[in-house]
């Protein structure tokens, strides 16, 4: 699938880049011609004899080389690709792609192409997580430098959390529906992500514990597979992903009117925790604490429900997928809740606290349709996203 695709490889140096040997491999499968260039610290973890051997090519490795510099120069080498990947792509050579820096070879060809560029970070999950790397990711994906992963789970370092080097297939997926239509490609598809605030008054509301994470991976999914997104979010933790159209609100009736606005769709997920109830007259001005002991009374309002709403109206998307998170029973009522809403997929999920899936990096599901049940197992949230998001080009091929 990627005959005739020139990818340049740059390999930076992580823990995880002895995975770039078995990537070479798998490109090369997929028929793509990879150069490979190594930056100092890369060959501390692999050694361009084995890379060069995988790829069958060359190994740049630095910038005054004159005998490479006379066969090709660093410009040359730059553009003579079809999308230069930094596969991994450590916190440093974020940060110095970002900043604009180029004092060795590999930071000189990124800042010298007018080739695309496609980032699988890798790193411990405080250096992912730290306002500095998330700041440089936003400016990169700004210029709009692609990204894949990092994915969550068990670290080399012992940690746990974002940062691990995407999965090889899904940097391989990933490339290839860079350059290919992918199965979604003009379709356009609904995510609902994250929690809603209810306000009480101006300064108080309620809320709950969705992070938006599973919404927000599942956004990224659909959109690597082709999809155009339509990202209708809450007040989430997780900021929106790149490359999806975002609609930011803050109740369940702005996200309803949201939704209705987007229509019609070929799909719609709604992964967004809404609340069920608003607080009936919620007070223009803060509610005062007046010293009488008398306390405020909160009189509630059902919400609209967005789901069972557009699972039962007139322009209904063609496939519908809802979402149950549960504390009980769970099978019984997310199949219970299909039925009810009239949404076509259920995805169920236990969610209670010993879980630790509410806020945390991985997910249980179950898929319940018309067939039955589907049950698949413990996965980070990124990979649940990238089967659900196949499994919807699936439906709608
Ligand atoms: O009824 P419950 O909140 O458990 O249903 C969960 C599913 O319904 C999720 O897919 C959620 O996004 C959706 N929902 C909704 N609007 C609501 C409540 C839930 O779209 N007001």
């Known amino acids: 699938m990627l005959a005739d695709k020139r990818i340049l490889l740059v390999i930076s140096g992580g823990i995880a880049a002895f995975r770039a040997l078995e990537l070479i491999r798998r490109l090369r499968e997929q028929g793509a011609t990879v150069t490979p260039v190594l930056t100092k610290a890369a060959e501390e973890f692999v050694t361009p004899l084995s890379v060069?051997?995988?790829?069958?090519?060359?190994?740049?490795?630095?910038?005054?080389?004159?005998?490479?510099?006379?066969?090709?120069?660093?410009?040359?080498?730059?553009?003579s690709a079809d999308l230069i990947l930094v596969a991994p792509a450590t916190a440093n050579i974020m940060a110095k792609m970002a900043q604009g820096l180029c004092d060795d070879l590999a930071t000189t060809l990124l800042l010298a192409t007018d080739t695309p560029v496609m980032i699988a970070p890798a790193m411990n999950v405080r250096m992912w997580d730290h306002p500095a790397t998330q700041a440089n990711l936003?400016?990169?994906?700004?210029?709009?430098?692609?990204?894949?992963?990092?994915?969550?789970?068990?670290?080399?370092?012992?940690?746990?959390?974002?940062?691990?080097?995407?999965?090889?297939?899904?940097?391989?997926?990933?490339?290839?529906?860079?350059?290919?239509?992918?199965?979604?490609?003009?379709?356009?598809?609904?995510?609902?992500?994250?929690?809603?605030?209810?306000?009480?008054?101006?300064?108080?509301?309620?809320?709950?514990?969705?992070?938006?994470?599973?919404?927000?991976?599942?956004?990224?999914?659909?959109?690597?597979?082709?999809?155009?997104?339509?990202?209708?979010?809450?007040?989430?933790?997780?900021p929106p992903p790149a490359?999806?159209?975002?609609?930011?609100?803050?109740?369940?009736?702005?996200?309803?009117?949201?939704?209705?606005?987007?229509?019609?769709?070929?799909?719609?997920?709604?992964?967004?925790?809404?609340?069920?109830?608003?607080?009936?007259?919620?007070?223009?001005?803060?509610?005062?604490?007046?010293g009488s002991g008398t306390l405020p009374v909160l009189e509630f309002a059902?919400?609209?429900?967005?789901?069972?709403?557009?699972?039962?109206?007139?322009?209904?998307?063609?496939?519908?997928?809802?979402?149950?998170?549960?504390?009980?029973?769970?099978?019984?009522?997310?199949?219970?809740?299909?039925?009810?809403?009239?949404?076509?997929?259920?995805?169920?999920?236990?969610?209670?606290?010993?879980?630790?899936?509410m806020g945390g990096t991985q997910n249980t599901v179950t898929i319940i349709d018309d067939q039955g049940a589907e049950s698949w197992p413990d996965l980070p949230k990124a990979e649940v996203a990238r089967r659900l998001a196949r499994r919807i080009a699936d439906a709608l091929a």
């Not at 999965?167 to 992500?193: N, Q, W, Y």
């Not at 109830?277 to 223009?284: H, I």
Request: proline share 5%; aromatic share 4%.
């Open 302 to 357: 059902e919400n609209p429900d967005i789901l069972a709403t557009i699972s039962q109206g007139k322009l209904r998307p063609g496939l519908v997928v809802g979402f149950a998170a549960e504390t009980q029973d769970v099978m019984a009522h997310a199949t219970a809740k299909r039925d009810r809403k009239g949404c076509d997929w259920i995805v169920a999920n236990d969610v209670s606290p010993e879980t630790g899936i």
């Open 138 to 238: 936003v400016t990169l994906q700004d210029r709009g430098v692609q990204l894949v992963g990092p994915d969550a789970g068990a670290m080399a370092c012992g940690e746990y959390g974002p940062g691990r080097l995407a999965e090889v297939p899904a940097i391989v997926d990933a490339v290839i529906s860079h350059f290919a239509a992918g199965p979604l490609a003009g379709k356009r598809i609904i995510v609902t992500s994250g929690p809603t605030h209810e306000p009480i008054d101006p300064v108080r509301y309620i809320a709950n514990r969705s992070s938006g994470a599973q919404g927000a991976a599942i956004a990224a999914a659909l959109r690597d597979l082709g999809a155009d997104v339509e990202f209708v979010t809450g007040p989430a933790d997780v």
């Open 243 to 290: 490359g999806v159209a975002v609609h930011s609100v803050q109740t369940a009736q702005q996200m309803l009117d949201a939704v209705q606005s987007l229509l019609p769709s070929d799909a719609a997920v709604c992964a967004a925790a809404v609340a069920d109830w608003r607080v009936k007259g919620a007070s223009d001005q803060k509610i005062k604490k007046d």
């Open 52 to 79: 060069s051997a995988l790829a069958a090519s060359k190994v740049y490795r630095d910038l005054f080389d004159l005998t490479d510099e006379a066969e090709m120069g660093h410009i040359e080498l730059s553009r």
